[in-house]
């Protein structure tokens, strides 16, 4: 498995507790695995088995969340769950003794062998590319970017579940929110987060961001401990197909095989999805196959959220985005939940668009139609 980020980690990991027999060895460039990330998910985004297998996994759950937005505030009893990289390293590498091989980049990859950059070749029955995103000239993406900051507080913060939006904040020209994570009565995560047609990140402005709102909230910051920033591909319309045979022959997993939820970005849910199909029968000459026409069939399922996404993002003015999300959000709890989890029924698709749009008319109808071919 080339690169130890989430996907591949999930499906190593997994492969260690249901198929002992396999010799299974990840390859990542960095010094350890995961990088520097905080991966999250809704308890309803996974059935009750998914849980189980991945709970040494977790470090933080709470019994809800909430969000805000300028004119509605909302809290939700959806159990949501953080992983950090910390554990996620610890954990995958517990699993795999001795078959973890840091600091060594890859400088091409085939069906069955990995170069790395100082010119070592390792041969395997199946490779699997998993080094996340590249280039998608096939695909038409939005992007979510964000920066953190783990930061201790002069005193207690009061938080006892996440803000997983707070978009009531300038909106910097697209739509933008706060989120936090109270890891103690004193720690907290908070993320900048910013919804753009370009990946490009300033990190600069975006952790002021942070401190700005840490400062408007009364918080006083004592230490940060760390920082950690993402672009995550939110899709608007594309030809997977393309895309994937673009990719060469190689095994794709994660975010590199176009695996993860087209609103959102989050990619834990289609990882532990992905590393499930594959370990009930998994072949090493036909994984790449396998994987791929997955890769396929998730993408053509969710045409519905690239509309969505489309019309985010093409059709409602910059500055006022943020409505979309406040309109979605005064919908019942359970229909939310199914929408996280990729799973809405037609009811939900039909009630999630019905009623006056928070966007115009016009540029609504402009994305009704996707370019691309699923």
Partial sequence: MVGGGLANGLLALRLSQLRPDLDVRIVE???????????????SDLTQAQRDWIAPLVVHRWPGYSVRFPQFKRALSTPYCS????RFAAVVEAALPGKVMLGAPVASVSPTEAVLADGRRLSAKAVIDGRGPTATPDLALGFQKFVGLEVRL?????????????????????????????????????EDTRYTDGDALDRAAFRQ????????????????????DGVLPVALDGDIGAHLSRMGPTALSGLRAGLFH???????PDAVRLADRLVRDF??????????????????????????????????????????LERFYRLPQP????????GPTLADKARIL?????????????????????
């Fill in 335 to 342: 229909l939310v939940e199914r929408f996280y989890a990729a």
């Fill in 29 to 43: 460039a960095a010094q350890t695995l995961g990088g520097v990330h905080t991966w999250s998910f809704f308890d």
């Fill in 262 to 268: 087209p609103t959102t970005g989050y990619s834990l």
């Fill in 354 to 374: 019905s009623g006056k749009p928070p966007v115009p008319i016009g540029a609504a109808l402009t994305c009704l139609v996707e370019r691309g071919r699923a």
């Fill in 154 to 190: 002069a005193a207690p913060h009061g938080l006892t579940t996440p803000i997983v939006m707070d978009a009531c904040v300038d909106q910097a020209g697209g739509y933008r929110f706060l989120y936090t994570l109270p890891f103690d009565d004193r720690t907290l995560l908070i």
């Fill in 209 to 228: 961001g942070v401190l700005d709102y840490a400062r408007a909230q009364g918080w006083e910051i004592e230490t940060i401990f760390r920082e950690e």
């Fill in 83 to 86: 992983v950090t990289a910390e």
């Fill in 283 to 324: 072949e090493p000459a036909t994984v790449a196959e396998d994987i791929r026409r997955h890769a396929h069939d998730v993408w053509a399922g969710r045409g519905f959220y690239r509309l969505l996404n489309r019309m985010l993002f093409r059709a409602a003015r910059p500055d006022e985005r943020y409505k979309v």
